[in-house]
């Protein structure tokens, strides 16, 4: 079954407002990483996050990881029109480190 | 340093016809994966390889695909007899040695082949 499943499966918001998108997976993780993907491209890695750790900040990008809830959550403060792609969470396990599994995508759309 | 080289990026191929894609991973980077992206999904994890060495085929369909990551040159997926099925986004992705992947350190993708099967 599909490990991350994320949350919402598109949204659509004005420009300059925070976009929050979630992903629960369902077995340990070793880290949890974000993904985003313009149409038409490859993945662009935006953030990891260890087991281990809670939160993690990079420029408008803040990511959190509950691992006793199993979910994590990426929110894009002050969004820009550029913001606009889809965004995925990908878990790997201790046991299979590199073996990523990828969720079904936010598809965020940012209004100008 | 250039990025993960995928070729071609755009195939179309007519059913029964055979589909080779081509991975050149970042230099230094001696483990590459593949995944598949079928429209309006997630990646899936296809297979993961070293030089030589199939690791992990555990996403593999078990007939008509095949990958390689020979001693020199690129990784090739190949896919025989494609169906209108096989239809998707492959991405390559490759990373360092093993120790440095297993502590979490990035994979990075390359911008994919869109196979076309018509």
């Known amino acids: 079954s599909q490990q991350g499943e994320e949350d919402p499966q598109a949204l659509s918001i004005q420009e300059g407002e925070n976009a929050t998108m979630n992903c629960s997976y369902k077995?340990?993780?070793?880290?949890l990483q974000w993904y985003r993907q313009n149409s038409g491209r490859g993945l662009v890695h935006l953030i990891l996050?260890?087991?281990?750790?809670r939160e993690k900040h990079s420029g408008r990008l803040r990511v959190t990881l509950d691992t006793s809830k199993k979910s994590s959550s990426l929110l894009i403060t002050a969004s820009r029109a550029a913001d606009t792609a889809s965004y995925f969470c990908?878990?790997?396990?201790?046991?299979?480190?590199?073996?990523?599994?990828f969720g079904q995508g936010t598809r965020l759309t940012i209004n100008p | 340093n250039a990025g993960v080289m995928q070729n071609p990026r755009h195939l179309v191929r007519r059913r029964g016809q055979e589909a080779r894609l081509r991975c050149s991973p970042m230099?230094?980077?001696?483990?590459v994966y593949w995944y598949r992206q079928l429209p309006e999904e997630g990646l899936k994890f296809m297979v993961y390889?070293?030089?030589?060495?199939?690791?992990?085929e555990s996403g593999m369909p078990k007939e008509r695909f095949s990958a390689e990551f020979p001693k020199e040159g690129p990784s090739i997926l190949r896919i025989q007899q494609v169906v209108r099925g096989d239809s998707a986004a492959y991405f390559c992705?490759?990373?360092?040695?093993?120790?440095?992947?297993?502590?979490?350190?990035?994979?990075?993708f390359g911008e994919g082949s869109w196979l076309t099967v018509v």
């Open positions: 992705a490759s990373s360092p040695r093993h120790r440095e992947a297993s502590s979490g350190n990035t994979i990075y």
């Open positions: 077995t340990s993780i070793n880290n």
């Open positions: 996050i260890r087991s281990n750790e």
């Open positions: 990908a878990t790997a396990t201790i046991q299979g480190a590199q073996k990523l599994v």
């Open positions: 230099k230094g980077h001696s483990h």
């Open positions: 390889l070293q030089k030589e060495n199939i690791i992990d």
